[in-house]
């Protein structure tokens, strides 16, 4: 098993900055996928970033956000700046075995095995 707990999330103004972090423990993989989902009560989950084989961005973030990891510390980040109110949302951090190589399936959230607790960003005008 893989624990994720995420942390960062907060209330910020449209503009503003804000680093997501997510910290794993438990079982660990040669090789992995790391993701980022996104949620506003009565939509599914949106994905929002993928790093594993290739990089890719949901359209509405890229130039925005920017998913990195240090792997010495198990953790995965999300930056995120010039932060807009559709960005707000609970925030999911995800990790799956083995790298990925398309982008169609980086950004499907079936092919996660692992989700973090999620955490809230809230973005007001």
């Known amino acids: 098993q893989v624990q994720l707990v995420e942390s960062g999330g907060g209330l910020v103004q449209a503009g503003d900055s804000l680093r997501l972090s997510c910290v794993a423990s438990?079982?660990?993989?040669?090789?992995?996928?790391n993701g980022w989902f996104r949620q506003t009560p009565g939509n599914e989950r949106e994905f929002v970033a993928g790093?594993?084989?290739?990089?890719y961005y949901a359209e509405s973030v890229k130039g925005r956000f920017t998913i990195s990891r240090d792997n010495a510390k198990n953790t995965v980040y999300l930056q995120m700046n010039s932060l807009k109110p559709e960005d707000t949302g609970v925030y999911y951090c995800?990790?799956?075995?083995?790298?990925?190589?398309?982008?169609?399936?980086?950004?499907?959230?079936?092919?996660?095995?692992?989700w973090g607790q999620g955490i809230q960003v809230t973005v007001s005008s």
């Open positions: 790093s594993g084989g290739i990089l």
């Open positions: 995800v990790v799956r075995r083995g790298l990925t190589y398309t982008s169609s399936f980086i950004r499907s959230a079936s092919v996660y095995e692992y």
């Open positions: 438990g079982r660990t993989f040669s090789t992995y996928t």
